[in-house]
């Protein structure tokens, strides 16, 4: 079998989504055992001028469920990006994982030749569905959820790249 | 033409290999004009027990190497791994570029389908190809790029997504 779009795109969105939801279960124990405020965890950035660990999340969620919608052609559910507390950011992955799980194999047919077109700021940008994916959805969506791995790590909370992976 | 296991793999890293070294760039820039020392910042962490920057850049080359060599069956130069200046870095990302290059991509034929096994400390890890590629080598590789780029970031070097992404 062909390595196909839905693996490439769905199936590593699922599990590192999941993971994702696993690193804040992390960060939300870590922020309880030491007497932190999770508020502050959340709040959290590695300069002044990045984005928090909050925002980094909600991205994450966005490119998977952006890259299955302009791949397919369907529409993405739009979130209104106010999850403030771990439980709420773990819900808004658990519906993003949820949506994504409703996808069929059949929907990504030829979504390798899909012309891709979409406004970032003012810049109007053009792809084909298999150079969309491979270098920007993908590098978009890992930047993300290790940018929130980066920050929680950063501020204490004990995980390693198991936590990450998902895996030895 | 469905997906195949060489873009998956070789183009991307040759893509964000080159992103890298240009965020390498931008720090040797920023030490510069800032009057900071280079080693401090090529030793620069994000905790105490994480690794530095040249190590992030070390691991990003070598999961990229071995990727491409487990899915063909070739082998991967071995590097030293004594980078430690910017200069040095930057070579050791032109030269695993320069390997990956010569690569060919019928030597990626099936390679969806190879087992794939390795030790990772004391743990035998065994895989297929597809998802050795898209379950460990992707996410493995962008997370050390990512982490490159958040221990710069985190030290003032101004750079932002453009330059991790290479394009708008």
Redesign the interface.
Known sequence: ?????Y??SV??FL??LNQLSHLLDKGQAHATAAGLDPAALIGAR??ED?LPLSKQVQIASDTAKLAAARLTGLTAPSYEDNESTFEELKARIAKTREWLQGLSREAFAAS??RAVSFK??P?E?NFVG?GY????A???F??HV??A??IL??K?VPIG?RD?????
């Not at 079998?1 to 779009?5: D, F, I, N, R, T």
């Not at 994916?133 to 920007?136: D, M, V």
Request: glycine share 6%.
């Open positions: 079998m062909p390595l196909s779009m693996d490439a199936t590593v599990h590192n590695l300069a990045m390798e030749e970032a700021g810049t940008l298999q994916l491979l270098h920007f993908l590098p978009n890992f930047f290790t940018t791995y980066d790590r950063h204490g790249k990450y992976l998902g895996r030895a």
